[in-house]
């Protein structure tokens, strides 16, 4: 069975223990990943049959595992890709798997110029989705991938992005907006709804409130 392979029971440890040992130790952590790699080439069926029996819910080591095959994009860009496609087609499927697809974040895939132009394709297509948890996290994933260097190369992506800021729910008219501000693609005219500002302002001192308490609880930890 799988979980017999060394370096799979290695890595369930995140299952069960949030931070092993190994992981803690930088040297420990480099040789893990280039263990992975090396077992996920040598038995790539058997690894990506693993991968996708993993509860995308609860597993804690999707992030680690996504981690190390975005370090080897042109063996596994490909896989990557596809991932995005299938949790895509999970949230479609079933509202359940909705806030699963923030897991995508842990998927770099910006330094392959070829499989960062599948991303933006895959996401492209799903900025217009009835669903608003899928027009919000195409908007959400997509920043990673658009710059000010390689946005005329997708002028279709640029419209549907542009059509967002008059989305009907907040925050994806409010994700549109720091996708366009991060692009110095807004409007000149645009000017956002007095509702988004308040709302806005409130999610910033919600957080700087919430890093301050944090913050308090850390400091007195010591």
């Given at each position: ?29 480099r040789k893990f990943k280039h263990d992975l790699l090396k077992y996920a080439s040598k038995n790539r069926r058997t690894f990506v049959r ?173």
């Amino acid at each position: 069975m799988i979980k017999k392979a060394p370096i799979i029971r290695q890595l369930l440890e995140f299952e069960n223990d949030d931070l092993p040992s190994w992981y803690l130790d930088e040297a420990e952590c480099r040789k893990f990943k280039h263990d992975l790699l090396k077992y996920a080439s040598k038995n790539r069926r058997t690894f990506v049959r693993f991968v996708h029996n993993l509860n995308i819910a609860e597993s804690e080591c999707l992030e680690l595992i996504y981690e190390t095959l975005s370090e080897a994009t042109e063996e596994w860009g490909d896989f990557l890709v596809d991932e995005h496609e299938r949790y895509f087609d999970l949230a479609e499927l079933n509202e359940e798997y909705l806030e699963d697809l923030s897991n995508l974040i842990d998927i770099d895939l910006t330094g392959s110029e070829l499989h960062a132009g599948k991303i933006i394709e895959l996401l492209t297509g799903k900025i217009n989705h009835p669903h608003e948890e899928i027009r919000y996290n195409s908007l959400w994933l997509i920043d990673d991938y658009l710059n000010v260097d390689n946005i005329r190369k997708y002028a279709k992506t640029l419209e549907l992005i542009l059509t967002k800021l008059e989305d009907e729910k907040r925050e994806v008219r409010l994700e549109a907006e720091r996708v366009l501000n991060n692009l110095n693609r807004l409007p000149q005219n645009y000017k956002p709804k007095f509702k988004d500002l308040f709302y806005r302002k409130l999610k910033i001192w919600q957080k700087a409130k919430l890093d301050k308490h944090i913050e308090k609880i850390l400091s007195e930890s010591k």
